[in-house]
């Protein structure tokens, strides 16, 4: 019914710039709250950035002032920009959703997607 897909990862040097993008398709009445996790290997899956559907936002403590997250609703599109990376930064990121399938649902659905993974070296 959803499908997000995350895109934008790669290798990127101590002190650069990446952008990902989280994209939903499929067939669904609204998306509310959008988060970004990242897993290094061997630990646990970790919250990077939410942002509701009024775009309020929260942030892990160890991105605060590097990343931004925000949203599109037109193209159902979420975005992390991520400055001054840092090696530690490595790991494979996903996005999820909140997502109201049907009008009249009370309950919402949340949804993963495949991960792109974000890699930090000189």
């Known amino acids: 019914q959803v499908q997000l897909v995350e895109s934008g990862g790669g290798l990127v040097q101590p002190g650069g710039s990446l952008r990902l993008s989280c994209v939903a398709s499929?067939?669904?009445?609204?998306?509310?709250?959008v988060g970004w996790y990242r897993q290094a290997p061997g630990k646990q899956r970790d919250l990077v950035a939410v942002?509701?559907?009024?775009?309020?936002?929260n942030y892990g403590g160890s991105v605060k002032g590097r990343f931004t997250i925000s949203r599109d609703n037109a193209k159902n599109t979420v975005y992390l920009q991520m400055n001054s990376l840092k090696p530690e930064d490595t790991a494979v990121y996903y996005c999820n959703a909140d997502v109201r399938v049907r009008r009249g649902d009370t309950s919402l659905q949340r949804y993963w997607g495949q991960g792109t993974q974000v890699t930090v070296s000189s």
């Open positions: 499929g067939t669904f009445f609204s998306i509310n709250a």
């Open positions: 942002i509701t559907s009024g775009g309020s936002t």
